[in-house]
């Protein structure tokens, strides 16, 4: 089964700095992975996600990941954060479920925290 | 109405009652989803439907039930709850048959049992 680790429960950043979220993930197969975004009250939002090709996904709001296949990582980053971006983040990979179903397999997630 | 709604937004229910949560997803896909989110801890998937076949997660007790009459409704059943199960009840909907696809995720049930 897989796995994804989400390293750091909260990061803190100031309004213009860089965002950087990480997301390490164990797969036997190559994987398939995601972020989502939630916000207070709300459900999850898909940010990017990566499947084949460009390693460099690029998805909404800003953010971007890149998938490193050596370092089994997809690191969330933008360049200069936003008051609007506060707000929980998740990474998730993909898995097979019950023969030939697919779930999402979650990280416990990252509370950005920006600060004016 | 776009995308996954859910309702109610808020629960609140005695350990003895029967209440039920509803799904509605109108993006035309053939699975969803149900998910439980508690404070820190991981999204655990509940159940899943697709293509209508109902796929379980052999962890979750007897005392949630789901339905799914048809590809764009998902009810989940709730009895004799607990408190430990009170938590933000994710539905989801996405195309079955490729993990490359996203899930597009409601709002969320928040529940509480006292």
């Known amino acids: 089964a897989q796995s994804v680790t989400q390293l750091g429960s909260h990061v803190s950043v100031s309004e213009g700095a860089l965002v950087l979220l990480r997301c390490n993930y164990s797969?036997?197969?190559?994987?398939?992975l995601f972020w989502y975004v939630q916000y207070p009250n709300q459900g999850l939002q898909l940010l990017l996600k990566?499947?084949?090709?460009?390693?460099l996904v690029k998805g909404i709001n800003g953010f971007e990941a890149e998938f490193k296949k050596s370092e089994t990582s997809f690191h969330l980053t933008k360049p200069s954060a936003h008051m609007s971006d506060a707000a929980e983040y998740f990474c998730?990979?993909?898995?097979?479920?019950?023969?030939?179903?697919?779930?999402?397999?979650f990280g416990k997630g990252t509370l950005l925290t920006v600060n004016p | 109405e776009t995308g996954v709604t859910q309702t109610p937004r808020h629960l609140v229910m005695g350990m003895t009652n029967k209440k039920s949560l509803k799904c509605e997803q109108h993006?035309?896909?053939?699975?969803m989803y149900w998910y439980k989110q508690s404070a820190k801890k991981p999204l655990e998937l509940m159940f899943v439907?697709?293509?209508?076949?109902?796929?379980e997660n052999n962890s979750v007790p007897s005392r949630f039930s789901p339905e799914c009459p048809n590809s764009s409704h998902l009810f989940l059943h709730l009895h004799t709850l607990q408190p430990e199960d009170s938590a933000l009840y994710l539905c989801?909907?996405?195309?079955?048959?490729?993990?490359?696809?996203?899930?597009?995720f409601g709002p969320g049930t928040r529940l509480t049992v006292t």
């Open positions: 989801a909907s996405s195309q079955a048959g490729q993990s490359s696809y996203e899930q597009y």
């Open positions: 797969s036997s197969v190559p994987p398939y």
């Open positions: 990566y499947t084949t090709g460009a390693t």
């Open positions: 998730a990979v993909s898995d097979v479920w019950g023969g030939s179903n697919y779930k999402l397999t």
């Open positions: 993006l035309g896909h053939n699975a």
């Open positions: 439907y697709s293509l209508e076949e109902r796929v």
